[in-house]
Antibody, heavy 115, light 107 residues
Framework: EVQLVETGGDLIQPGGSLRLSCAASGFTVSSDYFSWVRQAPGKGLEWVSVIYSGGATYYADSVKGRFTISRDTAKNTLYLQMNNMRAEDTAVYYC?????????WGQGTLVTVSS | EIVLTQSPDFQSVTPKEKVTITCRASQSIGSNLHWYQQKPDQSPKLLIKSASQSISGVPSRFSGSGSGTDFTLTVNSLEAEDAATYYCHQSNIFPITFGQGTRLEIK
């Protein structure tokens, strides 16, 4: 079964760090394109970052220098390391597969940044 | 950054009605425009890719058209289960961007 499962969401204080995981099944993280997309409460979708099959990475300006996308091929898992977090990073974070259109999405994990 | 502007923001429609949602890009994006449906407390679901390509498993009443800067998602003969928020998404150039969403309410 093709599936993406995100974990790691939590309540974190401003300035803190958190790492999200996205476990993939039914496809290989090293041979496909994966993005993180977030959705603040009651708001629309915002693309965060992408990692290409070749390893290249790109980021939204709002997270550049603070967030890092990576993958572990042995665990077939995608990660999003989030540092120096801000209140505006509060959102449900989804991982999604696809080059161009995102054809598979995880169920999301909630990150809340608050003191 | 490419800005995607959807219209309308909200529409209340009756079952079996035909609905059209538009997405306008601030600059040409070719056919690199995709449509998603998101129901409350669910993840987005891909409906149409590359402006007009259908997706396996998506009902045939959903269709897309357009290229360049103007795109349309059409839902023929709306059903109650189509109540959701719809988003367009461009993958032509970084940063990847989404439209603000169109919420469809079924009367």
């Amino acid at each position: 079964e093709v599936q993406l499962v995100e974990t790691g969401g939590d309540l974190i204080q401003p300035g803190g760090s958190l790492r999200l995981s996205c476990a993939a099944s039914g496809f290989t993280v090293s041979s496909d394109y994966f993005s993180w997309v977030r959705q603040a409460p009651g708001k629309g979708l915002e693309w965060v970052s992408v990692i290409y099959s070749g390893g290249a990475t790109y980021y939204a300006d709002s997270v550049k220098g603070r967030f890092t996308i990576s993958r572990d091929t042995a665990k077939n898992t995608l990660y999003l390391q989030m540092n120096n977090m801000r209140a505006e990073d509060t959102a449900v974070y989804y991982c999604a597969r696809g080059w161009g259109a995102f054809d598979h999405w995880g169920q999301g994990t909630l990150v809340t940044v608050s003191s | 950054e490419i800005v995607l502007t959807q219209s309308p923001d909200f529409q209340s429609v009756t079952p079996k009605e035909k609905v059209t949602i538009t997405c306008r890009a601030s600059q040409s994006i070719g056919s690199n425009l995709h449509w998603y449906q998101q129901k409350p407390d669910q993840s987005p679901k891909l409906l149409i890719k590359s402006a007009s390509q259908s997706i396996s498993g998506v009902p045939s009443r959903f269709s897309g058209s357009g290229s360049g800067t103007d795109f349309t998602l059409t839902v023929n003969s709306l059903e109650a289960e189509d109540a959701a928020t719809y988003y367009c998404h461009q993958s032509n150039i970084f940063p990847i961007t989404f439209g603000q969403g169109t919420r469809l309410e079924i009367k």
